[in-house]
């Protein structure tokens, strides 16, 4: 059974939320680390190569955030986000991208059925809730996106630095005026928060994958770090650069 | 029964990091790109899972080892490395809107950028029969 840290911060400023990711990434000598997170203010995060211009409906979101992961916009409201950092040496990530999302996805499948929810990988049909031209993640689809009742319902991102990813993930809790049409899991008459759904997922990874999660918080050196870091993803000169 | 071949699939007029950069000298200067490997890492085998690359300003110094560019797969965004440290001479910018070249030919029509070295020195590389042993163990 491998140790990894379970890192939980509730209700944290974004550009605190994408330094800390960032920091995680950077943490070479650092246990492999699942982190459980929410957002205050809601927050739109655009992806790492998204132009604003691209997301009609940005300034309808409290704050703006560029991601250090790519794809299309996420309106940070009523939802766990989750965060996976570790080296790309990991048996989770070796090899293909699209295989390492296949693992993670078996295991965030198992968690949503602990919350009453059966989410499969799209595979080749679109979905009901692709729509064009509103920029965000929840309304494009690959095959490897995870789905229930014909909608897209986690949004997945990773971004591979120095033999290292991170892993970035969106389980909608409950609808967001920026993302109408997506699955969530009020809609399939469950109606838990993100420290239940977190609580499922760190389960559903301890025994997908074999590990042992220790809670802790990020050493001080990471919380420098994500202040340090996170300075660049709210800079308006940074959001607005592409 | 004939001796099983030891000739690489992957040209071997060139030098090849653990990362899956390629480099290949260009007269004074050098080419970078990356491997077949690395591509098909970011989209199995599917070209339309390329979306987008970034590549640096020509006249921009790079040290060895320093992130030139970036990538992006439908999934994942990968950084680009300069095995050499140098100047950016030029850029291959039908790359940015044609990504499918990297999937279709990585060896000539897709190398990213051109750099006029620092110093004659080059770090050490591996060939490319080194390199499909290093990706043969990496497998196991």
Redesign the interface.
Known sequence: MESWRLVVTWGADPSFNMGLDEALLEAAEAPPTLRLYSWSPDTLSLG??QSLADVPGHDRARALVRR????GAIHHVRELTFSIATSLDHPIYR?????S?ARVHAAIAEALRGAGVEATPRGTTPLDSDRAGTGMCFHTS?P?DLAWAGRKGVG????????R?VHHGSIKLGDSVLETGVATLPGRGTNPGPAEIGTLLTEAMAKHFDLAFERAVPDAVERGRARQLGVRYIDPAFVRSR | MAAPSTRSTRPDDRKYTESHEWVKVDGENVLIGITDFAINELCNGNEGDLVYCDLPEVGRALDQGETFGEIESVKAVSDLYTPIAGEVVEINAAIEDHLEILSKDPWNQGWLVKIRPNSKDSPKMMDAQAYEKFLAEKKH
Do not use: D, M, N, W
Request: proline letters at 4%; zero cysteines; hydrophobic letters at 30%.
């Open positions: 790492y190569f250090i992961t790519g794809g090899g293909p991208v699209a295989e999302y690959t490897l997945s991102a990773q971004r591979r630095k120095h033999g990813v």
